[in-house]
Nanobody, 124 residues
């Protein structure tokens, strides 16, 4: 089992920045990919960014150039630095971990473990 605990959400004005952090515990050696998903009201959960243990990353087109994912395998953490935030970034952000191997690209599917979610609200 893997437990994920997130922190760092909040309210920010458009153009501002926030940093989300996620710490993993439990059987963490089994984790292949870690990442962040988000879900806005009335919408499906979607990938924001994912990172493999080897440094490979994958970003949603909507956040490229604004968000940066960083993973520390030794510390079992994954952070998401969010800059130039827009109102459309408002959502609940979830940390995600996948213990299964990926074959084409990190973040190609949702992982099997989730954090509790943290709210990010961007005001216009």
């Amino acid at each position: 089992q893997v437990q994920l605990v997130e922190s760092g959400g909040g309210l920010v004005q458009a153009g501002g920045s926030l940093r989300l952090s996620c710490a993993a515990s439990g059987i963490t050696f089994s984790i292949n990919a870690m990442g962040w998903y988000r879900q806005a009201p009335g919408k499906e959960r979607e990938l924001v960014a994912a990172a493999g243990a080897g440094g490979d990353t994958n970003y949603a087109d909507s956040v490229k150039g604004r968000f940066t994912i960083s993973r520390d395998v030794a510390k079992k953490t994954v952070d998401l630095q969010m800059n130039s935030l827009k109102p459309e970034d408002t959502a609940v952000y979830y940390c995600n971990a996948d213990t299964r191997p990926y074959y084409v690209r990190v973040g190609e599917r949702m992982g099997d473990y989730w954090g509790q979610g943290t709210q990010v609200t961007v005001s216009s």
